[in-house]
């Protein structure tokens, strides 16, 4: 199985600083996203990338970039935070070219106070 | 882009007693689909998928889903609920783009 690590369990930050959340996977998989999960709202895709300095922006892009370097790493920045950027982050991972399963990490809790 | 409804919000059933929570989605073409489920302080656990072929998908844990074309729907069933599957309940639609897109999840209590 694909292990996806996500660099923190629970952060708080303070309104106007500069966050990034990691996620590291151990395979060679190609495809890395970022949700954010909300109660009554589920998971909404924030960014994803299809490979090494690709990026494609999800269905809430704004607040938010990313960058991925090297293949294994792919970081969700929050350039400001801001209160209502408080939330559960997700990281996930999937093989390019056939449609398999994503692959999730233990998920990130942050808080903007 | 393809999108997901789960129409329970939370769904309450009796330990023993069967389940079926269900999943409408929106997608122009094949669709591929999936439920994961998420107990309290985990991540996503996928249980089963649909790509092509046999209707019927069978999962983990006793799981098990139906793809209606017609319905446009993929609900997920279990004969017997176990108090251990307490947890939300995400059903997803994958498009040929590899992206995905997630219901905002069923909450599931078991009561004793």
């Known amino acids: 199985d694909v292990k996806v690590t996500q660099s923190s369990r629970y952060l708080v930050k303070r309104t106007g600083e500069k966050v990034f959340l990691e996620c590291v996977q151990d395979?060679?998989?190609?495809?890395m996203f970022w949700y954010r999960q909300d109660p009554g709202l589920g998971l909404r895709l924030i960014y994803f990338?299809?490979?090494?300095?690709?990026?494609e922006k999800g269905d809430i892009p704004e607040g938010y970039s990313v960058s991925r370097e090297k293949k294994e790493r792919f970081s969700l920045i929050l350039e400001s935070a801001s209160t209502n950027q408080t939330s559960m982050y997700l990281c996930?991972?999937?093989?390019?070219?056939?449609?398999?399963?994503?692959?999730f990490g233990p998920g990130t809790r942050l808080t903007v106070t | 882009a393809q999108s997901v409804t789960q129409p329970d919000i939370h769904i309450t059933v009796s330990e023993g007693a069967s389940l079926e929570l269900r999943c409408n989605y929106s997608?122009?073409?094949?669709?591929?689909l999936f439920w994961y489920v998420q107990s309290p302080g985990q991540g996503l656990q996928l249980l089963l998928k649909y790509f092509s072929g046999d209707t019927l998908v069978q999962g983990i844990k006793g799981f098990e889903a139906e793809f209606k074309r017609s319905q446009s729907s993929f609900n997920l069933r279990k004969p017997s609920v176990h108090w251990s599957d307490a947890a939300e309940y995400f059903c997803?639609?994958?498009?040929?783009?590899?992206?995905?897109?997630f219901g905002a999840g069923t909450r599931l209590t078991v009561k004793p």
């Open positions: 997608y122009g073409a094949t669709p591929y």
């Open positions: 990338s299809y490979d090494v300095k690709m990026k």
């Open positions: 997803a639609v994958g498009s040929i783009n590899n992206d995905m897109r």
């Open positions: 996930a991972v999937h093989r390019q070219g056939i449609i398999y399963e994503q692959y």
């Open positions: 395979m060679d998989h190609e495809n």
